[in-house]
């Protein structure tokens, strides 16, 4: 069984939010899972969502995808995305079916570790127009920062607003049994 | 009232709803030119394949030569 504890969440209210960051993220688990309900108010279709972490701006991220969508025939196409930050998958927009959030689940496995970082996500980008794609991925990320994960910043790549009623999770994994870390 | 950003602190539990600073909404214009420019060519590049493709397929259909660049796209 896996016990996952709520460390945080994050609410974006009344006009929205440019980018939402987890600060002093404790060190005391041995996974992190980001759980994000969301939606852009971007007009250009689906925004793809970026992942900063520690506030690090360097050339130090590399993010492998693999995708599909519901209109196009392409059955899966992987690309990789530029090296300054994480791209975590695609989120609706204005243009998306009115009020239908996506999915991202970002998964940060042993977060603390003082090796290069693993990242995992698992996106839906939900729609239900005929004339625009709902766009399902799944990736693979890497970090190359031996510190610690203590921040995550989220935003678009856009630069368009988080809209209302978007919502982070934040939760914390512990290995062994009964939520008691063991060796 | 200017865009703004939400920072929540796990050790506190402190969540504060901050404005942007110049810079960072420089930023974000900056990122909203681009989108725009990169839909613009999605979009010119979607239209010249259609082109492409409907041309291809009239060639073939007529037993005439195809470009390199039909070939290519037709052999994917």
Known sequence: MIYQTLISSIAVGVGGAANITFTSIPATYTDLTLILSARTVTGLGQETMRVQLNADTGNNYSTRTLYTDTVNSVSSTSYTSIPYFLNSGWLPGDNNTASVFGNIEITFPNYTSSANKLVQFNSTSETNLASATGILAVAAGTWANSAAITSIKLYGDYGQNFARYTNAYLYGTLKGTGGATAS | ?76
């Open chain 2, 1 to 76: 009232m200017a865009p703004t950003k939400i920072i929540h602190n796990c050790e506190t539990g402190v969540t504060e709803e901050v404005e942007l600073t110049a810079s960072e909404i420089a930023e974000l214009e900056t990122a909203r030119e681009q989108a725009e420019t990169d839909q613009a060519n999605r979009e010119a590049a979607e239209a010249a394949r259609a082109t492409l493709k409907v041309s291809a397929k009239a060639k073939l259909l007529a037993g005439q030569p195809l470009t390199e660049a039909e070939a290519d796209l037709l052999l994917g």
